[in-house]
């Protein structure tokens, strides 16, 4: 059983910047594809990025478009942690993140593809 736990959510102004980690326990985490998604309300959950696993200790970065360029996922697996580099936030990047480890290699982008998942932290962005 994999539990994360996320932190670095909070308040900024546009144009600022946050750090997200996951710290994941139990597992073996670098064999997992850890993805952050968001979900703000009355939306539904959107993956942001995900470090997706290719074999071993390789990985690709994958983003969604909207965040392309401003946001940056990042591991750490000696630490078991994921980050997540927030650069730029604007308003519509408020919601909730969730931290989510993936154990098999269904398609990254679909949430049904993630085995575990954190409790979540809010990011608010104010204009």
């Known amino acids: 059983q994999v539990q994360l736990e996320e932190s670095g959510g909070g308040l900024v102004q546009a144009g600022g910047s946050l750090r997200l980690s996951c710290v994941a326990s139990?597992?073996?985490?670098?064999?997992?594809?850890m993805g952050w998604f968001r979900q703000a309300p009355g939306k539904e959950r959107e993956l942001v990025a995900a470090?997706?696993?290719?074999?071993?200790?390789?990985?690709?970065?994958e983003y969604t478009d909207s965040v392309k360029g401003r946001f940056t996922i990042s591991r750490h697996n000696a630490l078991n942690t994921v980050y997540l580099e927030m650069n730029t936030l604007k308003p519509e990047d408020t919601a909730v993140y969730y931290c989510?480890?993936?154990?098999?290699?269904?398609?990254?982008?679909?949430?049904?593809?993630?085995?575990?998942w954190g409790q979540g932290t809010q990011v608010t962005v104010s204009s």
């Open positions: 989510a480890a993936a154990a098999g290699d269904s398609d990254y982008r679909r949430l049904a593809a993630y085995d575990y």
């Open positions: 139990g597992g073996t985490f670098s064999r997992y594809t």
């Open positions: 470090h997706k696993r290719i074999g071993g200790n390789v990985y690709s970065a």
